[in-house]
Nanobody, 127 residues
Framework: QVQLVESGGGSVQAGGSLRLSCAAS????????MGWFRQAPGKEREGVAS????????YYVDSVKGRFTISRDSSENTLYLQMNSLKPEDTAMYYC????????????????????WGQGTQVTVSS
């Protein structure tokens, strides 16, 4: 089992920045592939960014490319999401997720691939 705990959410004005963190514990060998997802009220959960264990492979949804950066410190079992130039449409609950992927299926923004989920951290961007 893997436990994931997010932090770093908050309220910012449009154009501002936030850095989300996700601390993993437990069977961290099952966190080869990690990702960030978000869910706005009344909308489906969507993938934002994903990263392989080494950090060498990343993938982003088009709407955040050039603004968000996913990274991880495998020695500390921590995942990050640096969010710059935030927009009101980025407002959502942000979730960290992980699964025991391989180089053939990671990175991935497919929700069904992920076995472990955090509780989420709220990001609110005002105009």
């Amino acid at each position: 089992q893997v436990q994931l705990v997010e932090s770093g959410g908050g309220s910012v004005q449009a154009g501002g920045s936030l850095r989300l963190s996700c601390a993993a514990s437990g069977d961290t060998y099952e966190t080869y592939c990690m990702g960030w997802f978000r869910q706005a009220p009344g909308k489906e959960r969507e993938g934002v960014a994903s990263i392989s264990r080494s950090g060498g492979e990343t993938y982003y949804v088009d709407s955040v490319k050039g603004r968000f950066t996913i990274s991880r410190d495998s020695s500390e079992n921590t995942l990050y999401l640096q969010m710059n130039s935030l927009k009101p449409e980025d407002t959502a609950m942000y979730y960290c997720a992980a699964f025991a992927g391989t180089p053939y299926n990671c990175p991935s923004l497919r929700l069904g691939a992920y076995s472990y989920w955090g509780q989420g951290t709220q990001v609110t961007v005002s105009s």
